[in-house]
């Protein structure tokens, strides 16, 4: 069993939550105001976190492999984040900064950003690359 913590600043209190990567697909709640962690807000991960979180998640996760200084990534990130107020628990959405992860998106063969990568119990089963409106990502991760 991984042993790798996140840390999970609530978006409610901002209290930070140290939760055990292998549940953060399970709706975890904050340890101080009792609200969800996560449900509606996006999950950055990387390198070191990525398996345990992706692998272990009872829901399914899409991915958005992005950078900073791409124009379209940036363009789509409000979508992406209204599309996981949408989804609430019923998937896990995360970003993958691409320059800090370059492993990461080597070993997906990340070619052009932004690219949403779904996946069910650890393996990917969709791809879209380009920025899509929040209602292709709802489509993409349901």
């Given amino acids: 069993m991984d042993t790798t913590k996140l840390m999970i600043r609530c978006p409610h209190c901002g209290a930070t939550n140290r939760v055990p990567a292998e549940r953060a697909g399970e709706s975890p709640h904050c340890g101080k105001c009792s609200r969800p962690l996560l ?55 995360v970003k993958v900064n691409s320059d800090e992860n370059p492993r990461l998106s080597q070993r997906f063969g990340i070619r052009s950003i932004p690219t949403l990568v779904r996946f069910d119990q650890g393996r990917e089963t969709r791809r879209q690359s380009g920025a899509v409106p929040a209602s292709t990502i709802v489509a993409l991760a349901r």
């Fill in 39 to 93: 449900a509606g807000h996006p999950l950055e991960l990387g390198d070191a976190d990525f398996d345990a979180v992706v692998g272990a998640a009872k829901v399914p996760v899409l991915v958005d492999f992005w950078t900073p200084w791409c124009g379209p990534c940036r363009a789509m990130a409000p979508a992406f984040a209204q599309a996981a107020q949408q989804l609430g628990d019923q998937a896990l959405l």
